[in-house]
């Protein structure tokens, strides 16, 4: 396939989205504009004290993550493919009165923007699904971390993206292993189905194999994988909401989410 085509038609349906997104609930931008951290309490544990530690944040749509690391005292960098995105990026950035950079390009050709290199490269939920190829991305992440320096991600398990969510219910439709691209059309968005934008967008599944494979092809070595049932968003369908706020699949039968930290060697 013309993967230039489908990185343009990705980059299209994110710049529609930014809009949708700006005025949802699901972001909150009063809220965040007002104090309150976008990060989860899974990414916050595993990171820690970011303090003086320098921050490249990968596929970071409108930045709320880049800037919530900020005002955590971490010096950042944000990345985007979506020139929406970053615009929206940098309004909020001198709204609140920060010092973090923006950079619009694809989260591939990061090295040919920068050649910083930091202490922590971050990621996180829904990104490494618009790849078609993890090497490039683990060898980009590599490049770009200090020797001793963390990568960690926190996204959503492969399991969940061998359903098809446009049929109702969802039906198992996706290969674990599947190397095909997944094109799906719809009307909505994950932080506003009301919504009457249409997505449009080319996806491809990583196996948990695959993603250890290209960070450790890339010299980098992993310091552990967990899966979780709980997702901090109740973004797909049939999700209940447990003791600690989170949403999970009242039979537990797959795990929503996984996060992976790994250190350059």
Known sequence: MDIKKAFEINRETWNNKVAVHAKSDFY??????????????????????VANKSILHLQCHFGQ????????????????????GIKLAKELNKELGMNTNFICCNVLDVSKHLNTKFDIVFTSYGTIGWLPDLKPWAQMISERLKKGGIF???DFHPIVWMFDYTSNP?????????KEYIYEEYEGTYADEKSKMISKEYAWNHSLGEIITSLTNAGLTIDYLNEYDASPYNIFPELKI????????????????FELKATKI
């Open 170 to 178: 969802p039906k198992l439709a996706y290969g674990y292993h599947q």
């Open 242 to 257: 447990n003791n600690d706020g989170m949403y999970e699949l009242s039979n537990k039968l797959y795990p929503l989410l």
């Open 152 to 154: 960690y991600i926190v």
């Open 28 to 49: 909150n931008l009063k809220e965040f504009k007002n104090g309150k951290s976008s990060l989860n309490n899974y990414e916050i544990a595993a990171l820690g004290d």
């Open 65 to 84: 993550d880049t800037l919530s690391w900020a005002r955590m005292g971490a010096d950042c960098t944000g990345i985007d493919l979506s020139e929406e």
